[in-house]
């Protein structure tokens, strides 16, 4: 992908300053504590629909492999499977928390502990135990695992034959992802959705980073690749692009169609994707010029509340309302 504003831009005072910034925070009545609107029915959504019950979360993995979250179920599969009905399906808790992936193993946080499920293979047969319910994990890409949920200001970080360090964060934790750096530790990247705020974690050494406001109203956080984050901003009606290869920082935002929601990046493409849950569009945003220019439009289900990019450029939307499952060829 083309970069904005590399690291190697920055003076060492935007670190200042960005500390600066999450000392000065406060809260407002105003802002804050965003909630996915509620769609209208759809007219001509693209693609090719796949019945399905109201998805509330998704994630993909090795490229290519979906697991597709129900209250109390995940279906494995790749689209193939989900068209022949020939998924794997686990039962889970309805209290487990957010669905993340690295690599080739989905990640998801319960009260026992995180179960690391094999795309391939999958089952509930790897608990990693926490010393507390999570309700968000993330695993970096060397192996340690970083976990936290939405009680508690605080993060720790498992790691290989160690004890587990834990350290505080700026609040509570409504989402946890981690994100490949070009010759660098991953980014592990927190929000909270109550106060609308995004914070790095440096992990490496058992510390929170910096902390910056989302706009009005932080909806959802996905991540790219070389610290890239695509941010929907729901009640201010923006996408954002972050970048966290060093310190996160603001790169850019855009306005949007009304109450965007679902975010996700297409790295063959070189597109942010966001979805407008009020106008069930699904816009796919060039971000290499300095200010996101809308590149892609497409039509959805009603209520895309999770959207996933494969690795050929298929984008997956998924409605929270029963639906369906949206499969949309590479559209470029």
Same mark, same amino acid.
């Given at each position: 992908? /083309?970069?904005?504003?590399?690291?190697?831009?920055?003076?060492? #005072?935007?670190?200042?300053?960005?500390?600066?910034?999450?000392?000065?925070?406060?809260?407002?009545?105003d802002?804050g504590?965003a909630?996915?609107?509620?769609?209208?029915?759809?007219?001509?959504?693209?693609?090719?629909?796949?019945?399905?019950?109201?998805?509330t979360?998704?994630e993909?993995a090795?490229?290519?492999?979906?697991?597709?979250?129900?209250?109390?179920?995940?279906?494995?599969?790749?689209?193939?499977?989900?068209?022949?009905?020939?998924?794997?399906?686990?039962?889970?808790?309805?209290?487990?928390?957010?669905?993340?992936?690295?690599?080739?193993?989905?990640?998801l946080?319960?009260?026992?502990?995180?179960?690391?499920?094999?795309?391939?293979?999958?089952?509930?047969d790897?608990?990693?135990?926490?010393?507390?319910?999570?309700?968000?994990?993330a695993?970096?890409?060397?192996?340690?695992?970083?976990?936290?949920?939405?009680?508690?200001?605080?993060?720790?970080?498992?790691?290989?034959s160690?004890?587990?360090?834990?350290?505080?964060?700026?609040?509570?934790?409504?989402?946890?992802?981690?994100?490949?750096?070009n010759?660098?530790?991953?980014?592990?990247?927190?929000?909270?959705?109550?106060?609308?705020?995004?914070?790095d974690?440096?992990?490496?050494n058992?510390?929170?980073?910096?902390t910056?406001?989302v706009?009005?109203?932080?909806?959802?956080?996905?991540?790219?690749?070389?610290?890239?984050?695509?941010?929907?901003d729901e009640?201010?009606?923006?996408?954002? &692009?972050?970048?966290?290869?060093?310190?996160?920082?603001?790169?850019?935002?855009?306005?949007?169609?009304?109450?965007?929601?679902?975010?996700?990046?297409? /790295?063959?493409?070189?597109?942010?994707? &966001?979805?407008?849950?009020?106008?069930?569009?699904?816009?796919?945003?060039?971000?290499?010029?300095?200010?996101?220019e809308?590149?892609?439009?497409?039509?959805?289900?009603?209520?895309?509340q999770? &959207?996933?990019?494969? #690795?050929?450029?298929?984008l997956?939307?998924? #409605?929270?309302?029963?639906?369906?499952?949206?499969? &949309?060829?590479?559209?470029?």
């Open positions: 992908m /083309s970069r904005v504003l590399p690291a190697s831009a920055l003076v060492a #005072s935007t670190a200042l300053l960005l500390s600066a910034c999450t000392q000065q925070i406060t809260d407002s009545p802002m504590k909630t996915p609107a509620v769609s209208p029915a759809a007219t001509n959504p693209d693609g090719q629909i796949i019945e399905f019950g109201n998805v979360d998704m993909v090795d490229g290519d492999i979906l697991s597709v979250r129900t209250e109390d179920s995940l279906s494995i599969g790749t689209v193939a499977d989900f068209e022949a009905g020939d998924v794997v399906e686990l039962g889970v808790d309805k209290q487990c928390g957010d669905l993340t992936s690295t690599g080739g193993t989905f990640l946080p319960c009260d026992a502990g995180v179960y690391f499920i094999d795309a391939a293979n999958p089952t509930l790897d608990l990693h135990e926490t010393d507390k319910p999570v309700t968000v994990a695993l970096t890409t060397d192996g340690e695992l970083v976990v936290g949920n939405d009680q508690d200001a605080e993060l720790t970080v498992y790691r290989d160690e004890d587990p360090e834990t350290f505080d964060v700026a609040a509570p934790n409504t989402q946890l992802i981690s994100v490949p750096v010759d660098r530790h991953d980014a592990v990247v927190r929000t909270w959705n109550e106060n609308t705020t995004i914070q974690v440096d992990y490496p058992d510390r929170e980073g910096a910056l406001r706009g009005l109203g932080l909806g959802q956080m996905a991540g790219g690749e070389d610290g890239l984050l695509v941010v929907s009640m201010g009606g923006q996408i954002a &692009i972050y970048n966290a290869d060093d310190v996160i920082r603001l790169q850019m935002t855009a306005p949007v169609d009304a109450n965007p929601w679902g975010v996700a990046w297409d /790295s063959t493409n070189a597109l942010a994707w &966001i979805t407008s849950l009020s106008e069930n569009t699904l816009v796919g945003y060039k971000i290499s010029e300095g200010v996101p809308e590149q892609q439009r497409l039509n959805t289900v009603a209520d895309a999770n &959207i996933v990019v494969l #690795s050929d450029a298929t997956v939307a998924a #409605s929270a309302t029963g639906n369906g499952l949206q499969i &949309i060829p590479n559209p470029a």
